[in-house]
């Protein structure tokens, strides 16, 4: 079974542009989970998506939002960067059925921004 | 609030036993979940914890005590690769609240 993908691995931004990055689930898990990883803040959640709903926030502003589509893929973007957004940020699928709820992780994307 | 505690950093010796430990405060509590990440790779799943007591597999033991709020993970015979963060991470309510991990390094 193929694991967690996200595309881009690596990206550079300068302040003010704008990104999306890219997440494919494992084939079956219909939840997506987003989380952003600082080295002084640790893995923090995004938001979480099901079924192209989504299902649960973090606190972050606004201008990081995300998309679920139909194959459960999911896209997270973010407006106007600031220096502050650079980042890994890693994206988790899960089958999330109240019984099975380990989430595997993708490799993640690393943004810079300048 | 949510509030999530483990040690910065932690040291050993390899062939060791080792413990780290993880309180929490959070608004609910649906599991408990430990992960290791080594540096520049993603986070994979150690053991997941609901009810009390002790979750063995191999190497690695995980406890809980839901009315102390407090986990542990239990690492046995360390070894070299057993250098990584370790995230305890709660599941409450739909979304898991991950602790800043504990860097835990094993110097033979």
């Known amino acids: 079974k193929a694991g967690v993908t996200q595309t881009p691995r690596y990206l550079i931004k300068t302040r003010g542009q704008q990104v999306t990055l890219s997440c494919s689930p494992i084939?079956?898990?219909?939840?997506v989970s987003w989380y952003q990883q600082t080295p002084g803040q640790g893995l923090q959640f995004l938001f979480e998506y099901f079924s192209e709903t989504q299902r649960n926030k973090g606190n972050f502003p606004g201008r990081f939002s995300g998309r679920q589509f139909s194959n459960s893929r999911s896209e997270m973007n973010v407006s106007t960067l600031e220096l502050g957004d650079s980042a890994l940020y890693l994206c988790a699928s899960s089958t999330w059925t109240g019984l099975d709820n380990e989430q595997f992780f993708g490799p993640g994307t690393r943004l810079t921004v300048l | 609030g949510q509030n999530i505690d483990q040690p910065t950093e932690m040291t050993a010796t390899e062939g060791a036993i080792v413990q780290i430990n993880c309180t929490y405060q959070t608004s609910g509590f649906n599991g408990l979940f430990w992960y290791q990440q080594h540096a520049g790779e993603a986070p994979t799943f150690l053991s997941y914890?609901?009810?009390?007591g002790l979750e063995e597999k191999g190497r690695f033991s995980s406890f809980l005590s839901r009315s102390k709020g407090y986990s542990y993970l239990l690492l046995k015979e360390l070894q070299m690769k057993d250098s990584a963060s370790y995230l305890c991470a709660v599941y409450n309510t739909d979304k898991l609240i991950f602790g800043t991990g504990t860097r835990l390094q094993v110097f033979p």
């Open positions: 084939s079956g898990h219909r939840s």
């Open positions: 914890n609901v009810l009390d």
